[in-house]
């Protein structure tokens, strides 16, 4: 038996048509008043079926769920992360229920769910954010795998990625979706083991690894895993540990003595004026809240680990922001070092360039790749 297509038994048949046709695109053969409405997307039949029809052909009453149904769903995927977002937003203005806003899983898919206006569940997703345009072969395909530092996630890269024909690959933390509980039981491995699985399932040759903050930690560890994909490296206003070190141990003094005890005290999560003054000292009023709301707690075994490494057998460079409120210069200086960097640059820019100067970095970026090239 081959499969076919599939079928959903409706109520209203001419409400349902009009979302499949005016918010999700199908192609449809019938008009709203048939009994059986077949309707094409990429090759994939599709049938709404009227409920009182079906019933009077089988001779039969049958039970139907009501509200948000959860039995089964519909999956449409879409080109890259970006195109989740825009995709959910233009669905949920013409109509659609919005049922889960875009979010990065931790093994790398970025999804987002909605329901017909009976109830139907629609997944509309990306499985990695790969982005190239067609019929481009930019910079011989080299990808860049993005890691956020602590407390951020995935999206923070979006309007740098916006601007980027290379693929890309923006890491999510495994600490997503967790209770607290769930988080403090995170090993600093588990960090690096989410972002070995997502780029394996990336399947991209070679790529750059652009690492911010707290990220070059994570970042450090994963260039060892893949060392003959990794062809640069790019600490983004990073703490760069000398071997054997954690982040905490890596800071001055006097905040390795006391960021202890505020983990201790306080937890991974800073309060609101913190987060404020020093991730958003150069953002709008909008980006500002939206970093506030979306900040989450890491592990404390992302600040404590000391790690092991070997700096990676590439191309290096650091990107010193010069308003950063969180990493002071004089420390990036010292980082820039660590990492024996072969190139310095500087953004004007706080801790979140690629929020408050995605073009300038998107230039930084390719102008590396070049150099690599």
Not at 17 to 43: H, M, P
Not at 213 to 221: E, Q
Request: glycine content about 6%; overall charge negative.
């Amino acid at each position: 038996m081959k499969l076919d297509g599939f079928g959903i038994f409706v109520k209203d048949m001419p409400t349902m048509v009009q979302f499949y046709r005016d918010v999700l695109g199908f192609d449809i053969k019938e008009d709203g008043n048939a009994s059986n409405v077949y309707l094409e997307k990429d090759g994939t039949l599709f049938l709404l079926y009227r409920r009182t029809d079906f019933e009077l052909m089988t001779n039969r009453k049958y039970n139907y769920a009501s509200g948000i149904i959860g039995h089964y769903e519909i999956a449409l995927s879409v080109e890259n992360y970006a195109a989740v977002d825009k995709a959910y937003d233009e669905v949920v203005s013409k109509g659609a229920i919005g049922i889960l806003q875009p979010t990065t899983e931790p093994w790398g898919q970025r999804t987002c769910y909605i329901a017909d206006p009976e109830g139907n569940l629609i997944e509309i997703h990306c499985l990695s954010n790969h982005h190239q345009n067609e019929g481009e072969n930019m910079d011989n395909n080299i990808g860049i795998v993005f890691i956020h530092g602590a407390g951020l996630n995935s999206s923070i890269w979006d309007d740098l990625i916006k601007d980027i024909n290379n693929p890309t690959l923006a890491i999510e933390y495994p600490n997503k979706n967790l209770d607290a509980k769930a988080i403090d039981k995170l090993t600093f491995d588990h960090y690096v083991e989410a972002t070995i699985n997502q780029i394996k399932n990336w399947k991209q040759e070679h790529f750059i690894i652009v690492a911010h903050s707290i990220g070059a930690f994570v970042g450090l560890k994963v260039a060892n895993h893949f060392k003959n994909e990794v062809k640069g490296f790019v600490a983004l206003g990073s703490v760069v540990p000398t071997n054997g070190n954690s982040f905490i141990s890596s800071l001055q003094f006097p905040q390795k003595f006391i960021m202890p005890m505020i983990l201790r005290l306080f937890g991974t999560k800073p309060p609101q004026k913190v987060i404020e003054s020093e991730l958003c000292n150069d953002l709008t009023v909008e980006q500002t809240t939206k970093i506030v709301n979306e900040f989450t707690p890491e592990s404390k075994a992302l600040y404590v680990t000391r790690i092991n490494f070997s700096l990676p057998d590439t191309i290096r460079l650091y990107v010193k922001l010069n308003k950063d409120q969180s990493i002071p210069i004089t420390l990036q200086d010292k980082m820039a070092k660590n990492l024996k960097a072969n190139k310095i640059i500087t953004i004007d820019s706080g801790h979140l360039p690629m929020i408050s100067k995605a073009k300038e970095l998107e230039a930084v970026l390719s102008d590396f790749i070049n150099i690599i090239l």
